[in-house]
C-alpha cells in the first residue's frame, strides 16, 4: 500500500502539540474532540501522527470549541476503522491567536493553558470605544501540488494537478456576517485511472462555501454548502440550517435543503432533505458533563420517499479517568428496500477511554456499518447485486498505550471482525516510539508491528518512521519504510520491503512553505515511484 507521509514546520510563532481521539469519520476526513479551545482554527494546517507511527497533513476544515473536522492529504486505511484511536496534532500557533491570549512569547509554552479564552467565530464583536470597527477579517490558504507516478512493472503512469484552497472571511463591512470556503481543483493524466471524474478534465470540488452569523441566545444561521457540525452524518448539504438555545441546557435546531450529488458533489436537486433536531450539554470539561444531540433526518430521491433515520452523537466524561463517545444511525423501511427491510442500525460507533495516570491510557470500542438498502444507494452501484445489502460488519477492539523510561512509549491494539462473507482472524499492532535522540530533544522513532490476517494470507507487517526537525523546527524530515513477511498458500516469501518513503517540509517565510518527497512501493507485481511537490501560501 502506498503511504503518503507529511510534515508540516513551524515558523517564529511556535509549535504546539496537542493529543486527541478521532470520535467519528466522514466520507473526506475525521472529527476529532479538541477544537478552538486548543488553538485549532478553520483552514489550519499541521500534521498529524497516528499511534502506530503514520504521519498526515491535515487541514481544519470546520471547527467548534471542542469538536473539529479534519481532511487529510494522503491515503488513509479506514478498513479496521479509526473511531476511537488516538493521534497527536503538530501545527503553528498562529500570531494572532498568541496576541488575543496575552501571551508575551510563543516560545515560552508548548501546551494550551485551560484558563485561555477564545471568541467563538459565531459571537458577535465587542467594539471597543473610541476605536474603529473591526471588519472583513481575512485569513486562508492557497497551495498548488503536483504529484506523477511512474510504474515500471504495469506501465500505469499518470500525473495529478491540484489546486486547493480554503479559508474564512469574517466581520463582512462591520457585520456579524462570515464566510467559509474549501475546494479542490484536479486534473489527471496519463495511462492509469482513466475512469476517474477528474480524467483530461478538470474537476471542482466544494467541501465548504457557506455564509452565517449569531443569533441571540448563542444561536446561529448557516446557508450555502456546509457539512452540519452538530450531526456529521447527514453528510453534505446545499441549503439553510438554524440553531437557537431554549433554555440553559438545551439548543434546538433544523436543517433544510439538498444533497449534493454523491458522486462528484455537483448540486443537485434529486434529494431535497428535512433534519431536526435537538442538543443537550451539561457540565463542563475536564469535570464531569455530557453533550448528546439527536435528530430525526427525512429525505426523497427523485420524487419518491427515500429515507428517514434517527441520527445520534453523544460525548461524556468525568475527568481523565473515564471518556465515552458515540455515533449511531438507525434507518427506517420508507424506500422500497428490497433485501434489508424493516428497521435496520445501518451505523454505530462507540469507544472509552480511560487515563489513570499520564503514563497509562485504556480504550476499548465497537463498531457496525451496513449500506443502507434506499434508492440513492443503489442508484450509486455500477451493477444491481444484492449481496452488497448485507448485514455488513461488526468490529470489537481493545487497546492501551503505557509511557515507559527512557522517553519510550508503548501502544496495542487488538480488534475482532464478525462479518457474514468472511471470518476474520484477530488482528493485533504493537508500536513503540523513542522520543528524544541522543541530544535531538524533539526527534522521535517509530517502529510498528502488525499481523496480515486476510483470505488465504498470513504473515506480519511493519512499518519503521522518523521525525527529524531540523533549522530551529523550519525543516521537518519524515522518512519511512514499510516491510512484511507473509505467507500465501504452499509458498512461503522470505522478509521483503513493501515500500520507502521521505517527506520534507521546509518553511521559506512566515507565509509560504514548499513540500514535497517521494515514496517507491515494492512487491508483487509492483514497482512503482509517487513523487510530488507543493507550494502553499497562507494569507
Not at 439538498?258 to 458522486?263: I, W
Request: proline share 4%; aromatic share 12%; charged share 25%.
Amino acid at each position: 500500500m502506498v503511504v503518503l507521509i507529511w510534515f508540516v514546520g513551524s515558523a517564529s510563532a511556535g509549535e504546539v502539540k496537542v493529543n486527541a481521539r478521532i470520535t467519528h469519520e466522514v466520507s473526506d476526513g475525521f472529527y476529532i474532540d479538541k477544537g478552538t479551545d486548543e488553538g485549532l482554527q478553520q483552514g489550519l494546517f499541521g500534521s498529524l501522527q497516528f499511534e502506530d507511527g503514520r504521519v498526515f497533513e491535515f487541514e481544519v476544515v470546520q471547527v467548534t470549541k471542542q469538536l473539529a473536522m479534519l481532511r487529510i492529504v494522503g491515503a488513509v486505511d479506514k478498513q479496521n476503522g479509526l473511531a476511537g484511536q488516538a493521534v497527536r496534532l503538530v501545527f503553528e500557533r498562529d500570531s494572532q491567536y498568541l496576541e488575543n491570549k496575552g501571551q508575551d512569547s510563543p516560545a515560552k509554552s508548548s501546551e494550551i493553558a485551560d484558563t485561555d479564552t477564545f471568541i467563538p467565530l459565531l459571537a458577535p464583536p465587542e467594539w471597543t470605544l473610541g476605536l474603529p470597527e473591526t471588519s472583513n477579517i481575512f485569513h486562508g490558504q492557497m497551495q498548488i501540488r503536483q504529484m506523477l507516478q511512474t510504474d515500471h512493472e504495469n506501465l500505469q503512469d499518470y500525473s495529478v494537478t491540484h489546486l486547493s484552497s480554503s479559508g474564512s472571511l469574517d466581520r463582512i463591512e462591520g457585520t456579524d456576517w462570515s464566510f467559509e470556503w474549501s475546494g479542490n481543483l484536479a486534473y489527471r493524466d496519463g495511462d492509469a485511472h482513466r475512469y476517474h471524474p477528474d480524467y483530461q478534465e478538470p474537476r471542482l470540488d466544494l467541501y465548504m462555501g457557506s455564509f452565517q452569523r449569531p443569533l441571540a441566545d448563542d444561536g446561529f444561521l448557516r446557508l450555502g454548502r456546509f457539512l452540519p457540525r452538530e450531526l456529521p452524518g447527514i453528510g453534505y448539504v446545499d441549503g439553510i440550517q438554524s440553531q437557537i438555545q431554549h433554555g440553559e441546557h438545551l439548543s434546538l435546531g433544523t436543517i433544510a435543503g439538498f444533497k449534493p450529488d454523491r458522486y462528484d458533489l455537483d448540486p443537485s436537486v434529486d434529494e431535497p432533505l428535512f433534519v431536526g433536531y435537538a442538543t443537550y450539554e451539561a457540565g463542563k470539561r475536564p469535570g464531569p458533563y455530557y453533550s448528546g444531540t439527536a435528530g430525526i433526518l427525512g429525505s426523497l430521491y427523485k420524487g419518491q420517499s427515500d429515507r428517514l433515520a434517527l441520527l445520534f452523537d453523544q460525548r461524556a466524561g468525568v475527568g481523565p479517568l473515564f471518556t465515552l463517545y458515540s455515533t449511531a444511525e438507525v434507518n427506517f423501511d420508507v424506500g422500497g428496500a428490497q433485501t434489508q427491510t424493516g428497521t435496520r442500525l445501518t451505523r454505530l460507533d462507540v469507544f472509552a477511554v480511560s487515563r489513570p495516570s499520564s503514563d497509562l491510557t485504556f480504550r476499548a470500542g465497537l463498531d457496525h456499518w451496513e449500506r443502507p438498502d434506499n434508492r440513492a444507494e443503489r442508484d450509486l452501484l455500477i451493477y444491481e447485486d444484492d449481496r452488497f445489502f448485507d448485514d455488513g460488519y461488526w468490529r470489537y477492539w481493545v487497546g492501551s498505550d503505557q509511557g515507559l523510561p527512557w522517553n519510550l512509549r508503548l501502544s496495542e491494539e487488538v480488534a475482532f471482525i464478525d462479518s457474514d462473507t468472511y471470518d476474520y482472524d484477530p488482528r493485533w499492532r504493537i508500536g513503540l516510539t523513542r522520543t528524544g535522540l541522543f541530544s535531538w530533544q524533539d526527534a522521535s522513532i517509530t517502529t510498528t508491528v502488525y499481523n496480515v490476517a486476510v483470505e488465504e494470507t498470513d504473515g506480519y507487517g511493519g512499518m519503521l518512521s522518523a521525525h527529524l526537525p531540523l533549522m530551529n523546527h523550519k525543516l521537518f524530515i519524515q522518512p519511512m519504510a514499510g516491510f512484511q513477511i507473509v505467507d500465501e498458500g504452499p509458498q512461503s516469501q522470505d522478509f521483503e520491503l513493501t515500500y520507502l518513503s521521505m517527506r520534507i517540509n521546509g518553511r521559506l517565510s512566515t507565509k509560504w512553505s514548499l513540500l514535497g518527497g517521494f515514496t517507491h512501493s515494492y512487491g508483487d507485481r509492483v514497482d512503482s515511484t509517487l513523487l510530488d511537490l507543493g507550494l502553499r501560501y497562507r494569507w
